[in-house]
């Protein structure tokens, strides 16, 4: 039986770094399932995968659209099976990797058919961000799928613009279409989950966003700044730059809010797991000793 480990957590977790660790141990490859990572114009600001760890262990999904694309997690549930049917001709064990939640799901449990949105819905949700922003969509959710703003990434303008898509269309909450019934893969799936102390989490946070700042995120930044009105660019890490690009900030307060917005996103990420209950848990001072086991497992 071929088996699709997942190795999740919040942001700054060290998903990256185990991953190629397990991957190492098992000689098989990652598929990443974080949606910042996809976009080959965002480096820095994704904390995506460095040459040197690419070199480490092959990874697929990173840097292979642009940020002019449209990409959903119907398109990656496609292709990301699509590409497991072929990688499970060569090997026993796949990775999967990131901090989409959402993404995750989709390959895992498959994902619901959503009722098409006529043209004049979407030009009128589309209007809401632009007149708006963020901030709109976030208030038009909270109003109208309560239960769906609690689990989704309020950062995401292009996840919160299709719930209102659907509920604009249908009258219903876009949640209520979402059945939970999972689809039967042909693969056996093992779930993991990075679990960090708060306050080490907090830590490594901060740190990262510095060493961001350090590598060049501001020089990144401001060559996608003529874009950013792009879905894929209202996010963290860029949004809060082109606010101080714009004067309405100082940069010391960008990135001050650049930290804050990553914790709360790191907190998001940890409702998403652990209202899954198919996942194990592991400590810092577990991911060596998991390794091992693994590694014994397969052989």
């Known amino acids: ?64 659209i642009s940020i002019e694309d449209k990409y959903d997690v119907a398109d990656y549930e496609r292709e990301a099976i699509q590409l497991l049917d072929e990688l499970f001709k060569t090997h026993d064990v796949v990775i999967m990797t990131g901090g989409s939640g959402l993404f995750i799901d989709a390959v895992c449990n498959g994902i619901d058919a959503m009722p098409d949105v006529e043209p004049e819905i979407r030009e009128k949700v589309e209007k809401m961000l632009a007149e708006g922003g963020l901030k709109a969509l976030q208030d038009e959710v ?16 292009r996840r919160l613009q299709r719930a209102l898509e659907v509920c604009y269309q249908t009258g219903k909450p876009f949640s209520s279409f979402r059945s939970g019934e999972t689809v039967k893969r042909d693969f056996t799936i093992k779930k993991y989950a990075l679990l960090w102390d708060r306050q080490a989490l907090i830590e490594r946070i901060d740190k990262r966003v510095d060493m961001m700042m350090e590598q ?21 890490g860029y949004k809060e730059l082109f606010a101080y690009f714009d004067g ?17 996103y790191a ?33």
Not at 216 to 236: F, I
Not at 248 to 264: F, G, P, S, W, Y
């Open 1 to 64: 039986m071929k088996t699709l480990i997942v190795i999740a957590g919040p942001t700054a977790s060290g998903k990256t770094a185990f991953a190629i660790q397990v991957a190492k141990a098992l000689n098989t490859v990652i598929l990443s399932a974080d949606s910042r990572q996809f976009y080959k114009e965002m480096s820095i600001g994704t904390a995506a995968p460095t040459e040197e760890e690419l070199s480490q262990a092959k990874h697929y999904f990173v840097h292979h």
């Open 142 to 157: 909270q109003r109208l799928d309560p239960a769906y703003l609690a689990i989704v990434d309020q950062q995401n303008p």
């Open 216 to 236: 060049g995120l501001l020089k990144e930044s401001k060559s996608l700044y003529p874009k950013r009105h792009l879905n894929a660019l209202n996010t963290v």
């Open 248 to 264: 309405d900030c100082t940069l010391n307060e960008a990135v001050e809010q650049i930290k804050i917005h990553t914790r709360q």
């Open 267 to 299: 907190k998001r990420q940890m409702t998403w797991l652990r209202k899954d209950n198919s996942y194990q848990w592991i400590m810092p001072e577990d991911f060596d000793s998991t390794v091992s086991t693994l590694q014994q497992e397969k052989t």
